[in-house]
């Protein structure tokens, strides 16, 4: 079993910056992927961001240039900058350690005003 509990959300100006931080309750050394998920209200959940267990990182193309996703030992944060109304969402931290073994944080909101 791994913990993740999100924190750093909250309501940021168009523009602006937050940073939020995941913390598992493992070292993320035995976590094979880590990323960060978005679920706008009435929308379906969307893959924001990815990292591997060796770095790697991916992003959508719709946060690209503007988010980063990092890790240390059991951290993963996203900083997100140049914030938009349409970023407004809960952010969800997962974690992927085998196919069987998913894990899902409990959700941050982050709301962008225009």
């Known amino acids: 079993q791994v913990q993740l509990v999100e924190s750093g959300g909250g309501l940021v100006q168009a523009g602006g910056s937050l940073r939020l931080s995941c913390a598992a309750s493992?070292?993320?050394?035995?976590?094979?992927?880590m990323a960060w998920y978005r679920q706008a209200p009435g929308k379906q959940r969307e893959l924001v961001a990815t990292?591997?267990?060796?770095?790697s990182t991916n992003y959508a193309d719709s946060v690209k240039g503007r988010f980063t996703i990092s890790r240390a030992v059991n951290t993963v944060w996203l900083q997100m900058n140049s914030l938009k109304p349409e970023d407004t969402a809960v952010y969800y931290c997962?974690?992927?350690?085998?196919?069987?073994?998913?894990?899902w944080g409990q959700g941050t909101q982050v709301t962008v005003s225009s």
């Open positions: 997962n974690a992927v350690v085998t196919s069987r073994e998913i894990f």
């Open positions: 493992r070292s993320i050394s035995i976590i094979n992927t």
């Open positions: 990292i591997t267990r060796g770095g």
